[in-house]
Nanobody
């Protein structure tokens, strides 16, 4: 059974940086496309970023474009989300998700069969 475990969340001031990790166990990550989602208090979960399984093509939500960078190392079975220039509106629980099938619209949650437990990111003003 493949499991995803996120880490790296915490409290940071506005303008600061955090790097989230998504580690896979039980299988290799190279057969999965990876996405990051987040859910802020009182809001629906939304897609943040995506990195393709083989090509490494990346996509970002408009709200984080230019500030967040997604990456992966299949050799290390890990994906990362580097978050710079953090804003209070980035406060949320961040989840990594994995899909072993073709992803049509990366921001659709239903396409991902594996989810981590989430890690909380809090950005203070």
């Amino acid at each position: 059974q493949v499991q995803l475990v996120e880490s790296g969340g915490g409290l940071v001031q506005t303008g600061g940086s955090l790097k989230l990790s998504c580690a896979a166990s039980g299988s290799t990550l190279d057969t999965y496309a990876i996405a990051w989602f987040r859910q802020a208090p009182g809001k629906e979960r939304e897609g943040v970023s995506y990195i393709a399984r083989i090509s490494g093509t990346t996509f970002y939500a408009d709200s984080v474009e230019g500030r967040f960078t997604v990456s992966r190392s299949n050799a290390e079975n890990t994906a990362w989300l580097q978050m710079d220039g953090l804003k209070p509106e980035d406060t949320a629980v961040y989840y990594c998700a994995a899909s072993s099938t073709v992803v049509r619209a990366w921001w659709w949650e239903s396409q991902y069969e594996l989810w981590g437990q989430g890690t909380l990111v809090t950005v203070s003003e």
